[in-house]
DNA sequence: CTACTTTAATCAGAGGCTCTGACTATCTGT
DNA sequence: ACAGATAGTCAGAGCCTCTGATTAAAGTAG
């Protein structure tokens, strides 16, 4: 894909992806050990009041299929409930139970922490650069707004 | 994980799936439609003249035997050809076969045309910090150097 | 030169993730 | 009341990745 200069795609890939195994590894050493990348992916996107299979998996890029597949694991581990939609009897809102909540404050020290690494080595000015640069990127790149 | 500002994890990985679909739209819509993101992710990595599997198993940060499976379709589909190193007769050089050498100027084309898109959204005085920050970032978040 | 250890790759088996296609139940609009 | 759209599930297939065991060749120490 690219030599010299490394693309910007895989630039980015690069620390999404050290990221995303810092959380990994703190969430498995703190007990949560059945937890996949593919499940947080979907978890990640549950609204405060729950949501819909549909939306999740709209969200996820995924079809709800898959999405139905990662649900029905996270609801069996715990992290997640199914609850029926009081608006509209064909759909179920899918809500985060007793021990997906234990595991949010735990994954957001995380990010917090790698964050704070980050800004040490960028540089505080720079890392609010980037945040607004990506930000500003997410409107052209992001389909769900 | 984060929920108004989004965290800088996901705010990567938004502009990242954002490039590699446009890829596989464009490789698919070539002809190049039997090629996954993993076998890219594996592909992307053999140097000019071939490269072991096990050193594109580290790189890629998958299982050695997870990269032989991953050759073998590529093997399959003409994308690479597996010649013995002449160094090492343990070993053998997975290079760039015909095939893939005709997908790479494609793919290369289409990152460059996903950057140009960014580089007028973001101006280029942005687009251009965005890459160094990122450079800066792979410095402590790349474990391939 | 021989025995031990390491390295490159593969084989075998299992499980996880995602997809397409088909189906049921419910809602919406005319 | 009916046709079409929407929420979700079931069934089946294929792809991706892993752990553990194995073969062959290299490197190393005596």
New binding site residues.
Partial sequence: MAEAPLNVGLLLHIPYRAMESRVFQALAAAGFDDF????A?VFQRIGPEGS????LAEQA??????A????D?LERAGYVE?VP?PT??????VRVAERGAKAIPLAAAVVAEVEAEWARHLGERRMSQLRGILTQLREITDPWQ
């Fill in positions: 996949t990348p593919a499940q992916r819909r299979l549909t939306d890029q995924i079809t709800k299929q898959s139905g597949f990662l649900v694991q199914r939609d509209d009897a064909r759909a179920r809102l």
